[in-house]
């Protein structure tokens, strides 16, 4: 299988974005909804949970891990190669960087996300890493995610949040803005109306999707090791807050959640 | 000491009040960041850690327990009192209910809060039980917690995203309302405009801290042992987001955290 995991339910747009690119691997889900959210919390900690919840994936037979929360791949991802060299990590922050590099004209790059993963500068320092004469700037939204989750998607209210925090980034004449978080994806329309129709706007749940496919494609040999079929399983470490409203925005459907702590 | 423990930073509001009723008196405070929110957990999760949080207050040499948090009173504070027998447990519920009580002229009352709050009835059942006769309306407000963090206490969104919640309680001619959530009390005034003059805003904080005060006065064996003085200690279980603000909301002034998570 696939395991893929988050701090909660967002990684479900992730999952959309594999189903799209890659329908009929299974996957196996873990979102760690006892502890979420990730983004407000600190880098030991959301190193020490990466950890244990890739050692739990391991387990239950996976044979690829995607880190499909932001706050993870920003703090925990090196530290997760480092000790599982043997099994290939996948995480939100270089595939969007490397489109985002690719798409843009002016070099001016916008990235918002949680407080988390803005603090953490990853997205910034992989961008600089590749190319130095790069400009960016970035804004931590941390109202986006209760605004999804609440469901608030093409409110009044939601479009008035999303232009507190980014006119300022319009301003700077960014010309690419990567979606840091994977519950933003979810207001992406809203977003876009906002910031313009000139301004591209980087899905970094995509930037993966597609990646992964290539990465199957080059290598048969994990490619074949991945059970196939449609037996996907989502586990949750407590019950997910409004999981039938966020399963119905990415799949038009609910899912059946396991709810088990096993930490 | 007077232990004190919260999911997070919103028991700070607790603390202010106490201040206000018992200021010589010495605080340990607890808040579960490591964990928070609370309110949109399960109940064995929330009972299990506000178990575990009591046991290690009551090692730190505290007297009296607050249970600052509504989502812990809510689902935990009876097992607490039947686990702690010999220690007096506070919780946030009871002291706001006969408060409310006291108040209301027509009878109905309104309650906000958290979704695991709402969702778990406590007002409603503790009212129901001492007045049969109430009418309540409840809401759950989850975009209330990240907008104090945020520390958008006065701005226009803030007042749109209240009226979106509140107007259909105002709509059911209530004349009182608790806030029932730790974190809303940072919100009173813009609440007030919204909600009109009529309704009375029950604090749960305040009518805790004025319960307390009364115990204290009527318990002196309770009273003596605790250490009077103003070393205050305000544990964190991981690093709190914005405490400077919610602090300085609060008492204004900074409060200087000790980070350790002990679970």
């Given at each position: 299988m696939?395991?893929?995991?988050?701090?909660?339910v967002g990684?479900?747009t992730v999952v959309?974005e594999?189903?799209?690119?890659?329908?009929d691997?299974q996957?196996?889900?873990?979102?760690?909804?006892?502890r979420?959210p990730?983004?407000t919390?600190?880098?030991?900690?959301?190193i020490?949970y990466?950890?244990?919840i890739?050692?739990?994936?391991l387990?239950k037979?996976?044979k690829i891990i995607?880190v499909?929360?932001?706050?993870s791949?920003?703090?925990?991802?090196d530290s997760l190669?480092?000790?599982f060299?043997?099994?290939p990590?996948?995480?939100m922050i270089s595939?969007?960087?490397?489109?985002?590099i690719?798409t843009t004209?002016?070099?001016k790059?916008?990235?918002?996300?949680?407080?988390?993963?803005?603090?953490?500068?990853?997205?910034?320092?992989?961008?600089?890493?590749?190319?130095?004469?790069l400009k960016?700037f970035?804004?931590a939204?941390?109202?986006?995610?209760?605004?999804v989750?609440?469901g608030?998607?093409?409110?009044k209210?939601t479009?008035?949040i999303?232009k507190?925090?980014?006119?300022p980034?319009k301003e700077?004449n960014?010309?690419t803005?990567?979606?840091g978080c994977?519950h933003?994806?979810l207001?992406?329309?809203a977003?876009a109306?906002v910031?313009?129709?000139?301004?591209?706007?980087?899905?970094?749940?995509?930037?993966l999707?597609k990646?992964?496919k290539?990465?199957?494609?080059?290598?048969?040999?994990v490619?074949n090791?991945?059970k196939?079929?449609?037996?996907?399983k989502f586990?949750?470490?407590?019950?997910?807050?409004n999981?039938?409203?966020i399963?119905?925005l990415?799949?038009n459907?609910?899912?059946?959640p396991i709810i088990?702590?096993?930490?």
């Amino acid at each position: 299988m696939i395991g893929i995991f988050d701090s909660g339910v967002g990684g479900l747009t992730v999952v959309k974005e594999i189903f799209k690119y890659l329908s009929d691997y299974q996957i196996t889900y873990f979102g760690d909804t006892a502890r979420l959210p990730y983004g407000t919390k600190g880098a030991n900690f959301v190193i020490r949970y990466s950890k244990k919840i890739t050692r739990w994936l391991l387990k239950k037979g996976v044979k690829i891990i995607v880190v499909a929360c932001n706050t993870s791949s920003a703090w925990a991802s090196d530290s997760l190669k480092k000790e599982f060299k043997n099994i290939p990590i996948f995480e939100m922050i270089s595939p969007a960087v490397k489109e985002a590099i690719k798409t843009t004209r002016n070099k001016k790059i916008g990235i918002i996300g949680t407080p988390g993963t803005i603090k953490s500068g990853a997205y910034k320092k992989k961008l600089i890493k590749l190319d130095s004469d790069l400009k960016f700037f970035s804004t931590a939204c941390p109202l986006f995610v209760p605004l999804v989750e609440e469901g608030w998607i093409d409110e009044k209210v939601t479009k008035e949040i999303i232009k507190k925090y980014l006119l300022p980034l319009k301003e700077k004449n960014i010309d690419t803005l990567i979606l840091g978080c994977t519950h933003y994806p979810l207001l992406k329309e809203a977003i876009a109306e906002v910031i313009g129709k000139k301004v591209k706007i980087i899905n970094p749940a995509e930037s993966l999707a597609k990646k992964l496919k290539e990465f199957l494609e080059n290598r048969p040999e994990v490619k074949n090791k991945i059970k196939k079929g449609s037996k996907h399983k989502f586990f949750f470490s407590d019950e997910p807050y409004n999981l039938g409203k966020i399963s119905h925005l990415c799949f038009n459907k609910r899912i059946k959640p396991i709810i088990k702590d096993p930490f």
